[in-house]
């Protein structure tokens, strides 16, 4: 039969970056921290193509993506990202041709959580898990690989409460006694989309768990599926005692990073965004910052 793929391409002889397969979808089981977790996760996998091929060898990334899902039913993976990182690896050895392969990932991921903790129930988050793989001159390959969590929270904007009080002191002057000063004050909220990354190096481990934490202490408060009235009103004076820019939200995160993650090398990257999904404008507000742990731990003005 002929291998169509391995043919010249008749025009544009250019090397191609990323050529795979996207949005597949696999079960995962992950054995962490003294529980299994069974994750629903969506790939991308992709290779480099030289510009003598006409095409890549996407059914080699499917075969390879079963394989190793398919093992985790007896033999549980230690985490999302070490999958990720031996699909990447045989993907270099099932296409020779390649010097970099990518994998890309993301999973529905639940804790128990709650306002109290006769209202916790299991909470949606998602997990994310990257690897990149590169040939070498020498034929060793190099492993680049990222571990990260996104959760979802509120926040309250300061600049609206700021206004509120003002125009509410004018038509109602007893709120300008000192005694009120710290009295939380009406804004408008946001939901809170916030994500953060890490680049490991390949003896570096991190428990997302913590991550999801360092997340939802960033925001002006977390967010539950189940609240009662009471309940909800905690969340909106928490919300409202704590108001945040999307600014605020990742300064605060970065700048939690090295009291809690103390055992990650300087050489840590850290990739963070955070979207506040606005109630009274039709636009999103956003920030992103890209760094490393040993650019926190010792600043300068970044």
């Not at 033999?75 to 890309?104: F, G, K, M, N």
């Not at 109630?279 to 970044?302: C, F, Q, V, W």
């Amino acid at each position: 039969m002929k291998d169509v793929h391995a043919m010249a391409p008749a025009q544009g002889r250019l090397r191609l970056r990323s050529v795979g397969i996207a949005r597949i979808r696999k079960p995962l089981t992950v054995q962490r921290a003294g529980r299994e977790n069974h994750l629903s996760v969506t790939f991308r996998v992709a290779v480099d193509l030289p510009s003598s091929r006409k095409g890549s060898d996407l059914s080699r990334n499917a075969e390879i993506l079963a394989e190793v899902v398919d093992a985790t039913v007896t033999r549980p993976v230690e985490s999302l990202e070490s999958a990720c990182s031996s699909i990447a690896r045989e993907l270099l050895a099932r296409h020779p041709y390649a010097t970099e392969a990518s994998v890309e990932a993301s999973a529905e991921y639940f804790l128990r959580r709650g306002i109290s903790e006769e209202k916790r129930s299991f909470e949606d988050y998602t997990l994310l898990a990257e690897a990149r793989a590169r040939r070498a001159q020498d034929g060793m390959v190099v492993l680049e690989r990222a571990v990260g969590a996104e959760g979802v929270g509120m926040t309250a904007c300061p600049c609206a409460m700021e206004t509120c009080r003002e125009a509410l002191t004018r038509e109602f002057p007893g709120l300008a006694n000192p005694e009120f000063r710290d009295l939380p004050m009406i804004t408008h909220n946001q939901r809170n989309r916030t994500r953060l990354v890490f680049d490991l190096d390949e003896r570096s481990e991190v428990e997302v768990d913590r991550m999801i934490d360092a997340i939802e202490g960033a925001q002006s408060s977390p967010t539950f599926a189940i609240l009662k009235r009471g309940d909800e009103g905690q969340v909106v004076l928490t919300a409202h005692r704590h108001p945040k820019f999307v600014e605020d939200v990742l300064r605060d995160l970065l700048s939690s990073l090295p009291s809690r993650f103390t055992e990650l090398p300087d050489e840590t990257g850290v990739r963070a965004t955070t979207v506040s999904e606005e109630s009274i404008h039709k636009y999103n507000a956003e920030a992103t910052h890209r760094l490393t742990l040993g650019e926190l731990r010792h600043p300068m003005d970044r």
